[in-house]
């Protein structure tokens, strides 16, 4: 019981308070002319002074700062685009360089091999017309040796047909004659 | 038993004279009201001035809070205004910063044993610094206006696209709507800071009355002394909303002056 009424005093004692200086003529202080032409004076002094020293010293050097950055920071953009460019058109002439090696390295690969190709031809043909070459005379000296032996496989003919006809009718023919009557086909 | 004592909740608002001073019959006493605004700017332009000495191209911490801050307000500026508006941009700027910085500092605890007139004071509780700053508002919007629209700047007055009959009614709507702008500017921003800081108040008067009951009600002091954390969590972001809101609402107003026929 006494607690609340303790509460109920504290909440009280402030209004008391108000109540007190209400009666004693002081209402609020607020309220108190006598006091305005100095806040009014002292008002205008402060804040006619905050305001020159912003308009003339602050904002100008924040506001400077801020356009300078500002400026800064699209100067750095720019030169990054530059940049950018640079390495784009590096790359550009990088690859068009390395096109052009690819081509050259082509070029002289093909070259080579068109150069090895007729040597490798040339070498053939030289080797082609020399094997003909030995393939006839070897087939001549073949055809030589063949004709030689079938001249004289006649002569033994031819004298194997004269002493037959010598010994059957004691008669020798010419050479001549028995050639003559011999088929021409032996000749061959 | 310590010697506690808790103030009432409109003692933070007290105006206390530190050095009389008088200008002709007026009295311009530097008081605490105008210690927290010279405080105030005097924090503000050293933050500024030394964020802002070494123009890095690559920003320190400092230099990186100045310019998000410098970009949210021009942006604010330019979204509100448009790229003409931006020869406003270093009064909307100042003018968040001087709330801001008001807002914020009011903020901070008093420190124990401080004497009165050196406690904690927040200058945009009081309405006459936030009349002050919305009449301020007004008078460079109506003074623009007429300058850039000359008597076109009155068109403000007059939608287009509004049937005859009714045009005297819309014409008395939008003058009363734009009298009443530097009334809600200035009772907006007032009205936040007077009621957060009366609520912190109370807060912290509740640990004060339980502490000083005696040793068994002492440790209920807990509660109310989270809800005095929390509320001050609450007050930051209203301290900077606050000030968002005023900077903004100066940024609408300006448009009508740069932009009078577009409506």
């Given at each position: 019981m006494s607690f609340l009424m303790l509460l109920a005093s504290a909440a009280a004692e402030p209004a008391a308070a108000v109540a007190h200086e209400a009666a004693s003529g002081a209402g609020l202080p607020q309220m108190d002319a006598s006091t305005f032409p100095s806040q009014i004076f002292w008002l205008i002094v402060t804040f006619g002074f905050l305001y020159l020293v912003m308009s003339s010293i602050v904002l100008p050097r924040l506001g400077g700062t801020l356009e300078e950055r500002r400026d800064r920071i699209a100067d750095d953009l720019d030169q990054a685009a530059d940049f950018k460019q640079q390495a784009e058109d590096a790359e550009k002439s990088y690859n068009q360089a390395l096109a052009e090696a690819t081509a050259k390295a082509r070029a002289i690969a093909a070259d080579t091999r068109e150069k090895l190709n007729a040597e490798i031809a040339e070498i053939a043909a030289e080797a082609e017309h020399k094997s003909a070459a030995s393939l006839a005379a070897a087939e001549e000296r073949i055809a030589s040796m063949k004709a030689d032996a079938s001249k004289k496989v006649r002569e033994a003919a031819i004298e194997t047909t004269r002493a037959v006809v010598a010994a059957l009718i004691d008669e020798t023919p010419t050479p001549e004659a028995v050639s003559a009557a011999m088929p021409a086909r032996a000749n061959a | 038993m310590i010697d506690l004592y808790a103030a009432g909740p409109m003692e933070q608002f007290e105006i206390v004279k530190l050095i009389p001073l008088s200008l002709g019959s007026l009295d311009i006493s530097f008081t605490n009201s105008a210690l927290w605004m010279v405080i105030g700017v005097s924090v503000a332009t050293a933050f500024f001035v030394f964020a802002a000495r070494?123009?890095?191209?690559?920003?320190?911490p400092l230099q990186s809070v100045a310019e998000i801050m410098y970009e949210f307000v021009a942006d604010m500026v330019r979204g509100a205004i448009g790229s003409e508006g931006m020869k406003f941009f270093p009064y909307v700027f100042s003018l968040f910063i001087f709330i801001l910085m008001s807002n914020l500092l009011g903020l901070f605890p008093t420190i124990p044993g401080a004497p009165h007139g050196l406690h904690t004071f927040t200058p945009t509780s009081h309405i006459i610094v936030t009349f002050t700053l919305a009449m301020l508002t007004i008078s460079i919007v109506i003074v623009y206006g007429f300058y850039k629209n000359g008597l076109g700047f009155l068109k403000l007055f007059v939608p287009s696209g509004v049937p005859l009959w009714l045009l005297p009614l819309i014409v008395l709507i939008e003058f009363v709507s734009f009298l009443s702008r530097p009334l809600s500017l200035a009772i907006r921003l007032f009205a936040n800071m007077l009621a957060g800081h009366i609520i912190l108040k109370v807060f912290a008067g509740f640990i004060i009355s339980l502490l000083g009951a005696g040793v068994a009600f002492g440790w209920i002091s807990i509660f109310p002394f989270l809800g005095t954390i929390a509320i001050t969590l609450l007050e930051l972001l209203v301290a900077f909303l606050q000030a968002y809101v005023f900077a903004i609402l100066t940024c609408i107003y300006l448009n009508d002056a740069v932009h009078a026929g577009h409506h």
């Amino acid at each position: 019981m006494s607690f609340l009424m303790l509460l109920a005093s504290a909440a009280a004692e402030p209004a008391a308070a108000v109540a007190h200086e209400a009666a004693s003529g002081a209402g609020l202080p607020q309220m108190d002319a006598s006091t305005f032409p100095s806040q009014i004076f002292w008002l205008i002094v402060t804040f006619g002074f905050l305001y020159l020293v912003m308009s003339s010293i602050v904002l100008p050097r924040l506001g400077g700062t801020l356009e300078e950055r500002r400026d800064r920071i699209a100067d750095d953009l720019d030169q990054a685009a530059d940049f950018k460019q640079q390495a784009e058109d590096a790359e550009k002439s990088y690859n068009q360089a390395l096109a052009e090696a690819t081509a050259k390295a082509r070029a002289i690969a093909a070259d080579t091999r068109e150069k090895l190709n007729a040597e490798i031809a040339e070498i053939a043909a030289e080797a082609e017309h020399k094997s003909a070459a030995s393939l006839a005379a070897a087939e001549e000296r073949i055809a030589s040796m063949k004709a030689d032996a079938s001249k004289k496989v006649r002569e033994a003919a031819i004298e194997t047909t004269r002493a037959v006809v010598a010994a059957l009718i004691d008669e020798t023919p010419t050479p001549e004659a028995v050639s003559a009557a011999m088929p021409a086909r032996a000749n061959a | 038993m310590i010697d506690l004592y808790a103030a009432g909740p409109m003692e933070q608002f007290e105006i206390v004279k530190l050095i009389p001073l008088s200008l002709g019959s007026l009295d311009i006493s530097f008081t605490n009201s105008a210690l927290w605004m010279v405080i105030g700017v005097s924090v503000a332009t050293a933050f500024f001035v030394f964020a802002a000495r070494g123009r890095a191209l690559i920003p320190g911490p400092l230099q990186s809070v100045a310019e998000i801050m410098y970009e949210f307000v021009a942006d604010m500026v330019r979204g509100a205004i448009g790229s003409e508006g931006m020869k406003f941009f270093p009064y909307v700027f100042s003018l968040f910063i001087f709330i801001l910085m008001s807002n914020l500092l009011g903020l901070f605890p008093t420190i124990p044993g401080a004497p009165h007139g050196l406690h904690t004071f927040t200058p945009t509780s009081h309405i006459i610094v936030t009349f002050t700053l919305a009449m301020l508002t007004i008078s460079i919007v109506i003074v623009y206006g007429f300058y850039k629209n000359g008597l076109g700047f009155l068109k403000l007055f007059v939608p287009s696209g509004v049937p005859l009959w009714l045009l005297p009614l819309i014409v008395l709507i939008e003058f009363v709507s734009f009298l009443s702008r530097p009334l809600s500017l200035a009772i907006r921003l007032f009205a936040n800071m007077l009621a957060g800081h009366i609520i912190l108040k109370v807060f912290a008067g509740f640990i004060i009355s339980l502490l000083g009951a005696g040793v068994a009600f002492g440790w209920i002091s807990i509660f109310p002394f989270l809800g005095t954390i929390a509320i001050t969590l609450l007050e930051l972001l209203v301290a900077f909303l606050q000030a968002y809101v005023f900077a903004i609402l100066t940024c609408i107003y300006l448009n009508d002056a740069v932009h009078a026929g577009h409506h």
